[in-house]
């Protein structure tokens, strides 16, 4: 127990500053204005300080889709019923949603995770269409008591860590986006904000699926409650996912560890992929340095919790449908952002004038 | 002279809204939180709208980079020399700058056009390297007196018309980004804006190429003096553009005006792009239907081009390259926004239940 954890958290060392530097001096030279591509050049940085490369690899991307389900679904948090979330992975599994598009579009591979569906989800684990590596039938309701056990919150993060290395070593991919499903997980996620990051409840806790003032008034109530019925430890991350979390976000937060682990980017995503994240970094606060926010989410707590990673999100665009279509969709800019290492020529490469040469006035 | 530009002009009608509306209505019951993609949903019903189409074709892209120079540069409005055109379009012939590798990225090609380069670049217009459509070897110097006579800008659009025209039917394009190199021409796009959306030269006019605050002070009195001299008539596109334009600028505005009478959309870049979609948008206001927004620039002058067209960008990345790469870096979120109409499933289709289903409270 906790052997896996405890040596991915010993094997992950910061982010590469010669890379880094090697990598600014190149960008520097490019035939271009400097820094003319501002935020693009500085994720071209952080490639190379992750990847220790000046052709940080990209190619091969996929999005792993955590899914899971939530006790605290009984106190009404959210708008639909929790068999949408077996519903919505096998939508995953054919082809049919939001964020097949969107990986599709970006050139990744789909892989969903059942963390622990209240359904079982034989037929689809048999047949190898998900992962399947449930830790119980859905979480215990946080309003009334932990949403888990101590070692069962370890035995989240730790498949998260065997999913990445099974993605990166086995399957050969570079680039990793952390998604989600999991009705009702909005909830556990503003806790665990507010948690971690010492906020309110209040001020952490968005309109979720698209529940209304009321219902989202009522949302914060059970959060306070959860708070104050499991006082988590907030120094502790593994306490506050076992009284607070949810299996999906534990799984999140492993998946992040294990890449940070063997030095490959992720792609974090919106409000629940982002507390994940946050597990991660307490954790481990270096893994913050693999870690790339794709978006910045409508809900409320996100953009809390992208401060307290102290990361800028890619792209704005009023998203907050989780998945992982946030980061599937800033894939292409990281692909592009490699690509001005890899394919641009510096001036004197491209027998281009710097702005040094002589010029009328 | 004008058949061209007038038939086009005629032929431009608005984005359909029977089409948006299907678009919108089928957006509406696909399996997610209503609208929860946000601005891809937005802008997917553009696309519909645009394209007439529930699954606008979007799969062949094209970054058109419109390359000329200008007379202003003696004034000494840039940080680098004139040359740095020609050689910057031999870079992009041997693919060596940043917009083959973002377009590359994003599956595009890119031609690039000769509307006025001073150096002749005969080998590689025989060649076919390059499309070859001079108005003449650079404009004449806007602070002593107009850029190109009536004539002149009448020619331009009529070529970056038939440039589109070009793409669209004879080599199949679907999708446009318009990009420029041009040394000097912030200078010009800056009191094309301040023109056009009837502000100050001081408000629109930024760092250009990197230049410091003291050759910004000298820029923008450069450009109060080409108002004054010039004295553009605001409500006449075309005698703005040829008392103030580059030749490029106004084969950018062609190129949407003949992307828009060919109901194709148009991603717009930074400064030079907008500047020329603010002319086009001055010949014919609903052409603006047919534009994308790819990007805010750090250009001063960018945010309030886009105000005047009433569009939000999708990117805020700090580029101020030009080029086209914001164009292309975008070209990718308007193909996800196409996927989604075309590949997300219905809660029906997929058998998921919606909202109004019944579930514990």
Redesign the interface.
Known sequence: MMKILNQTLFTIAPASVPWRTRATERLDQ?????W?????MDLAVDLAGITRSLQPPIQRKVVVVMAADHGV??E?V???????TW??V??FV?????I???A???GADVRVVDMGIAQGMKDLAHSGAIISLPVARGTANIAKGPAMTRAQAITSLESGIQVARRMIETEGYELIGVGEMGIGNTTPSAALIATLCGESALSSTGH???IDDEQRRHKVAIIEAALRINQPNPEDGIDVLAKLGGFEIGGIAGVILGAAARQKPVLIDGLISTAGALIAQRLMPTATDYMIAAHRS?EKGHLIALRHLEKEP????????GEG?GAA?AM??V??AA??L????TFS???????N?????
Do not use: F, I
């Not at 003319?36 to 693009?40: D, F, I, K, V």
């Not at 890619?314 to 449908?321: A, E, G, I, K, V």
């Open positions: 490019l035939t271009m204005p400097h003319a591509l501002g935020r693009l679904v009984a009404g959210s708008k639909y019923p929790q068999d949408v519903q919505m096998a939508n054919n082809r049919g949603a939001s097949n598009a969107l599709g579009q970006a979720g699926t698209g409508v890619l792209l704005d665009l009023q998203l907050r449908l279509t969709l292409n800019l692909e592009a690509r001005l890899s394919e641009v020529k490469e491209a027998a281009v004038s710097n702005q040469a002589v010029h009328p006035r």
